[in-house]
């Protein structure tokens, strides 16, 4: 794929005209110019979204290049520059506008999809018992909290057929304490009729190990939720990547 440039001028007066070859503009832009097997949306119908790598996936969202660069060639320059595909998804909109061929458009697609991916994830939950189904309940958590600068305090409230009724964010506070009142738990539990609640919070340093102030507050909440007789089914406490469950360390 090439273009013909004619530039026309005067040599030893005389008119005379060029023919110049230039390449074509958008060869390099275009992932036309790939073989099909290895264009990111067709391998993705083909093979499923699992065999496509990071990359591959954000070019399919950004769906095109910038000057000098295809899509995927794009993708793989945002992933080296935010440093990780994590550090992408954490972009505040300053951030992300920062950088070329991003903007405010792709930012709100962006948000889009991790918001999607949230109520997927909370749709799921919400079918299941909670104690029958703890991966997906973690799952949901972790997404809700993980990414969080400050330590949030959730409470998921169920029923009792340990039902998702509703969850929320009681308490935030600093980048590694969270105020956290027992009267406040009992308090929201029964304004919303529940029969059992899970604990939830995030430690923003990544590690999830508890501390000894994590296990005092989740036995005074344990003693302040037994006096209306309302069970407190598990404690779970989000790290990078990892989550550690008080029930499963028979703590609860």
Known sequence: MVRILVVLGLMNNKRVSILAVLPARNVLLSLKCLPEESRPREKLL???PESLSDAELLAIFLRTGVSGMNAIEL??????????????????????SQRKGLGSAKYAQLQAVLELSKRHLHEIMTREDALASPSHTARYLCAKLRDRPREAFLVLYLDNQNRPIKDEILFEGTINAAGVYPREVVRRA???????VILAHNHPSGIAE????????????????????IRLLDH??????????FAERGWI
């Open 46 to 48: 083909a093979k499923g």
């Open 75 to 96: 993708a793989g320059y945002l992933l080296d520059d935010f440093g990780s595909l994590r550090g992408l998804m954490q972009a505040n909109l300053a951030q992300f």
């Open 190 to 196: 029964l304004e919303v009729h529940a029969n059992a």
């Open 210 to 229: 508890p501390s000894p102030a994590d296990r005092h507050i989740t036995s005074r909440i344990a003693d302040a939720l037994s006096l209306v007789d």
């Open 236 to 245: 779970m406490v989000i790290g990078d990547g990892e989550v550690v469950s």
